[in-house]
């Protein structure tokens, strides 16, 4: 059972930047996956950015933030970098580990965080 605590979320005004961490109970990239998923009110869960460390290293990031967020681990703790951020990007953020599949697809995610908050203003 790998438990999973996210932090770091906040509000901040468009264009501002926060760095998200994510705390794992045991060290997971000898065996899984790692990713940050958000889910805004009345929407699905939706995949952010996926980090690979089995082989190497592999990211993987949504259109929607290319280019300005960065997804990072070290050891049993993931980070996501989320810069010029708008207010579309406001939602609750979790991350999750998954032992295969599809990296944006939530249902192949076994462990679960309880999710932070990030509020962007205009």
Same mark, same amino acid.
């Given at each position: 059972?790998?438990? @999973? ?72 703790? @993931? ?44």
């Amino acid at each position: 059972q790998v438990q @999973l605590v996210e932090f770091g979320g906040g509000s901040v005004q468009a264009g501002g930047s926060l760095r998200l961490s994510c705390l794992a109970s045991e060290y997971t990239g000898a065996r899984y996956h790692m990713a940050w998923f958000r889910q805004a009110p009345g929407k699905e869960r939706e995949g952010v950015a996926a980090i690979y460390t089995i082989g190497g290293i592999s990211t993987y990031y949504a259109d929607s933030v290319k280019g300005r967020f960065t997804i990072s681990q070290d050891k049993n703790t @993931l980070y996501l970098h989320m810069n010029s951020l708008k207010p579309g990007d406001t939602a609750m953020y979790y991350c999750g580990v998954a032992y295969g599949g599809s990296w944006y697809d939530p249902i192949e995610y076994n462990y679960w965080g309880q999710g932070t908050q990030v509020t962007v203003s205009s």
